[in-house]
């Protein structure tokens, strides 16, 4: 067949023009190969668990997620070579089922992904592989809120908690303490009413509480206990301590101190109150003024004040700080709304400080937490201005390490990430007292059962989260 020279040209030119289209429309959307190899992965199974290589664990798939679950893995398989076993669509097969699964001590799982090939298709699964080993700590996952704070999620934020007029608090696991200048006054919250959403205040007498700028300003709930103490600003103000083994009855002073007789004593008391005693009520009591002057109180019997001294700290954390007993260890951690967290002994020297970057700076009332085999560290951020604007409740896990020290510096060596966090305002505030506490609630056998935790900021209110401990789950 003869063509002209026309018809040529203008059959290269469509024919390039068709190929340039084409190339470039495959580029932009690539089609799929059509092709008859399936690679539907229809069961699966490990065959050789166990400590005798001859236990059979049936898989579970998640066609949806491409997820396959496995029952827990006994730890003494043999994890350099673990044997699947799969039924596929016809044609196609796992392209290894033989796999080595990097088990170290104290994995409670590992992700491995398995493929289905049937060439040129290939699918791809992950395989969860759980351990049969025991888990410790709380189920952050579960928590439980009885939020009475300015976070919109639950009930409004408690009405006490207004013109700045509550600047301490308090918590027990059984009672909230508030201790308000105002109208409210002094008094106690139940938490089972609380987790039924009732608000029913049980006043605190305040019979003979008299003296200082403040008379009632900070103070604190322990073991059924309850102290509040005031707020002095000069030497002549005097700095006094009550407590109340039954909120119906009149006070104890337990401390009048006239601040002028304390040698290196600072000028201003009362705008903190740590405290932390062991269940025989043994322990001591700190109150940071407002420069690097420290108060520190012994306490004997919950009630007992035997010794008085000042003595001054390594940084000026002023007046939104914190002195936490570390359990009933004669180690601290100590810090102010602007300063990183230190680990001190009882008269300021420092051993360990944190990073500045590690957690908010502004991370306040620091406490750790010992729980069902694990460690925590507690904060609520305090919400003085500037950069730091919000209060929230976070939980750090530093459960690693023989000692505290120990603990912190493997977790500012990790990811330093929160297992948990609820913010309770996000708002700043120029008064911004803040607390936080935590409960461990035990089962009959004297078992950790459950971790409640709290934590308030002047004007937003206050949040318990309650969390169940961990447990195997298939």
Request: net charge neutral.
């Amino acid at each position: 067949m003869k063509m002209n020279f026309n018809q040529t040209i203008g059959g290269i030119l469509l024919a390039f023009v068709s190929f340039v289209g084409f190339t470039s429309c495959s580029e932009d959307f690539p089609k799929n190969v059509e092709s008859d190899k399936y690679t539907d992965l229809k069961s699966i199974k490990i065959v050789n668990a166990g400590p005798l290589g001859n236990e059979v664990l049936e898989g579970k798939i998640n066609e949806n997620t491409k997820t396959i679950t496995f029952p827990r893995l006994d730890t003494l398989t043999d994890f350099s070579k673990v044997v699947f076993e799969a039924v596929t669509s016809e044609g196609a097969k796992l392209e290894k089922d033989t796999i080595a699964i990097p088990f170290q001590s104290g994995d409670a799982s590992k992700d491995i992904f398995l493929k289905v090939v049937n060439s040129p298709r290939f699918k791809e699964y992950k395989a969860v592989i759980r351990f049969d080993v025991p888990v410790f700590g709380a189920d952050f996952g579960k928590p439980t809120y009885y939020d009475y704070s300015s976070n919109p999620m639950a009930n409004p934020a408690y009405s006490a908690f207004s013109g700045q007029l509550v600047r301490g608090s308090g918590f027990d696991g059984k009672h909230v303490l508030v201790i308000s200048r105002g109208a409210p006054g002094i008094h106690l919250l139940s938490v089972e009413d609380l987790k039924n959403n009732q608000i029913k205040p049980i006043a605190v007498n305040s019979t003979g509480i008299t003296g200082g700028t403040y008379t009632q300003n900070m103070g604190a709930q322990v073991n059924g206990r309850t102290y509040v103490a005031s707020l002095s600003t000069a030497a002549t103000s005097p700095l006094k301590l009550y407590y109340w083994e039954n909120p119906a009855n009149a006070p104890q002073v337990i401390a009048n101190i006239n601040v002028g007789s304390i040698a290196g004593a600072g000028a201003r008391h009362g705008d903190n109150f740590s405290i932390g005693l062991d269940a025989n009520g043994n322990g001591y009591a700190f109150f940071i003024s407002a420069g690097t002057q420290v108060m520190r109180l012994k306490i004997e019997n919950y009630k007992n004040v035997t010794e008085t001294v000042a003595f001054n700290t390594v940084a000026t954390y002023g007046q939104w700080s914190f002195y936490n007993r570390i359990g009933n260890t004669e180690n601290f951690l100590v810090t102010g709304h602007d300063k990183v967290i230190s680990v001190a002994n009882n008269a300021g020297g420092v051993s360990y400080s944190m990073g500045a970057s590690s957690i908010p700076v502004h991370s306040g009332d620091p406490r750790i937490i010992e729980f069902n085999g694990e460690r925590y560290l507690l904060v609520v951020t305090v919400p003085r201005g500037g950069t730091a604007v919000d209060a929230v409740m976070r939980v750090y896990n530093i459960t690693k390490g023989a000692n505290i020290i120990d603990a912190l510096t493997a977790f500012e060596q990790g990811d330093k990430k929160a297992v948990f966090e609820f913010s309770i305002s996000g708002n700043a505030n120029t008064a911004p007292g803040t607390q936080s506490g935590f409960h461990i609630v035990k089962n009959a056998q004297g078992k950790d059962e459950k971790l409640m935790i709290y934590g308030a900021t002047t004007d937003a209110g206050f949040t318990i989260v309650e969390f169940p401990v961990n447990v195997l789950e298939d």
